[in-house]
T-cell receptor, first 116, second 112 residues
């Protein structure tokens, strides 16, 4: 089954304790992206990647890191989480079409993060 | 900056009555526009997309949306609401480098 998976689905942590949220897709998509969802704000892009070893900032990258060492995986790293990073996080992926992301993106189930 | 505005944060309808969820976008020469649905504790599912072909776009589960360039709108409609339609709906536009810019979301409540 074609899908985007995220782990963990739920996480409660404390300020300053480094954490990683994993994202994996089995559709051989070149493009991957992370979004955070907050009430009344919709989804906002954190980082995106056009291919292996190619990443770039989205709208709200502060406090986050990403890496793309393999095509299927795109982990989101919070080096020193803070309470304002409490949110619902989504990973998404899509194909590239003529070198540009095909905007129909496939989303993972989400990771609900609480930072105390 | 390109933006998307969903005009209603909550919409409440009775089962069997029409649904209208409103979305406006900032002007662009050729927007790609999408509607996604999010059921509780689920990820986002694509309902339909507009990519400069027909202005009336049909999606899954009986939903459709009409692209109106003169009004910069892309409203989502359904003739008859079902209880299973209760969810949060997001309008989004795409950019050339793949980012989706989302509206704030509209929560649809369907009453029996």
């Amino acid at each position: 089954e074609a899908q985007v998976t995220q782990n963990p689905r739920y996480l409660i942590t404390v300020t300053g304790k480094k954490l990683t949220v994993t994202c994996s897709q089995n559709m051989n998509h070149e493009y991957m992206s992370w979004y955070r969802q907050d009430p009344g704000l919709g989804l906002r892009q954190i980082y995106y990647s056009m291919n292996v070893e190619v990443t770039d900032k989205g709208d709200v990258p502060e406090g986050y890191k990403v890496s793309r060492k393999e095509k299927r995986n795109f982990p989101l790293i919070l080096e020193s989480p803070s309470p304002n990073q409490t949110s619902l996080y989504f990973c998404a992926s899509s194909l590239l079409e003529r070198g540009r992301p095909y905007n129909e993106q496939f989303f993972g189930p989400g990771t609900r993060l609480t930072v105390l | 900056a390109q933006s998307v505005t969903q005009l209603d944060s909550h919409v409440s309808v009775s089962e069997g009555t029409p649904v209208l969820l409103r979305c406006n976008y900032s002007s662009s020469y050729s927007p790609s526009l999408f509607w996604y649905v999010q059921h509780p504790n689920k990820g986002l599912q694509l309902l339909l997309k507009y990519t400069s072909a027909a202005t009336l776009v049909k999606g899954i589960n009986g939903f459709e949306a009409e692209f109106k360039k003169s009004e910069t709108s892309f409203h989502l409609t359904k003739p008859s609401a079902h209880m299973s339609d209760a969810a949060e709906y997001f309008c989004a536009r795409g950019t050339s480098y793949g980012k989706l810019t989302f509206g704030q979301g509209t929560i649809l409540t369907v009453h029996p």
